[in-house]
């Protein structure tokens, strides 16, 4: 049976959730909705934003929609977690099919994290007032319906006018997180090193 290095999986990702949560604390309690500041000239910023859970600064729409989009994603996890755990237990993946999946859980738990706790824990955030961490009246929301925090800004270059359909935007628009980047990139190796992570005769019920 292959062995796994179970412990540096799990280190790994303790320590991107674990500087996930620090930059998005820092922002949330040192920036005010919508304020940047310039890291690399022109090409790479910190901008503050606030999205509804979904990656990149979308937005999934509020009250039961939010609710749904978090519940949703809990159990996506629940899934993923018990998949990766069953895929090791029978021996079929590597260390790289692991940590693909190790990678988009990694994402997922960064985000959900600020969709479960962070309404509870901070004040609102507007243009006018940077947030208050555990203020004395309370959160600006519920447990569920929190919002995440965005901040990775990279206007790189502006797309020429005479492009179709993006021609005057800047290049890669979005503004993203550290989780964010955790299930992209995890989600671009997973259809890379698809046969490592599906195989074909894995057995998902447990058999006592």
């Given at each position: 049976s292959t062995l796994f290095p179970y412990t540096t999986l799990f280190r790994s990702a303790s320590l991107f959730i674990i500087l996930?949560?620090?930059?998005k604390i820092w922002v949330k309690t040192h920036m005010a909705l919508g304020e940047h500041i310039a890291v690399l000239g022109n090409w790479f910023y910190l901008y503050f934003i606030?999205?509804?859970?979904?990656?990149?600064?979308l937005s999934f729409g509020?009250?039961?929609?939010?609710l749904l989009l978090t519940v949703g994603r809990i159990l996506i996890?629940?899934?993923l977690i018990y998949y990766l755990i069953r895929l090791i237990k029978k021996d079929k993946t590597?260390?790289?099919g692991a940590s693909v999946l190790s990678l988009i859980i990694t994402g997922a738990v960064g985000n959900i994290i600020d969709s479960l706790?962070?309404?509870?824990m901070f004040s609102e955030s507007t243009p006018l007032a940077v947030a208050t961490l555990f203020p004395e009246g309370g959160g600006y929301a519920p447990m569920l319906f929190g919002k995440v925090v965005d901040m990775f800004y990279f206007p790189l270059f502006v797309i020429p006018e005479w492009f179709p359909l993006w021609?005057?935007?800047y290049f890669f628009p979005a503004i993203f997180n550290l989780a964010d980047s955790?299930?992209?990139v995890g989600i671009v190796l997973a259809l890379i090193f698809y046969k490592r992570i599906f195989p074909e005769n894995l057995e998902l019920k447990t058999k006592d």
């Amino acid at each position: 049976s292959t062995l796994f290095p179970y412990t540096t999986l799990f280190r790994s990702a303790s320590l991107f959730i674990i500087l996930d949560q620090i930059l998005k604390i820092w922002v949330k309690t040192h920036m005010a909705l919508g304020e940047h500041i310039a890291v690399l000239g022109n090409w790479f910023y910190l901008y503050f934003i606030e999205n509804e859970g979904m990656a990149f600064g979308l937005s999934f729409g509020q009250n039961i929609g939010k609710l749904l989009l978090t519940v949703g994603r809990i159990l996506i996890v629940g899934f993923l977690i018990y998949y990766l755990i069953r895929l090791i237990k029978k021996d079929k993946t590597d260390w790289i099919g692991a940590s693909v999946l190790s990678l988009i859980i990694t994402g997922a738990v960064g985000n959900i994290i600020d969709s479960l706790f962070y309404g509870l824990m901070f004040s609102e955030s507007t243009p006018l007032a940077v947030a208050t961490l555990f203020p004395e009246g309370g959160g600006y929301a519920p447990m569920l319906f929190g919002k995440v925090v965005d901040m990775f800004y990279f206007p790189l270059f502006v797309i020429p006018e005479w492009f179709p359909l993006w021609g005057g935007d800047y290049f890669f628009p979005a503004i993203f997180n550290l989780a964010d980047s955790c299930v992209t990139v995890g989600i671009v190796l997973a259809l890379i090193f698809y046969k490592r992570i599906f195989p074909e005769n894995l057995e998902l019920k447990t058999k006592d």
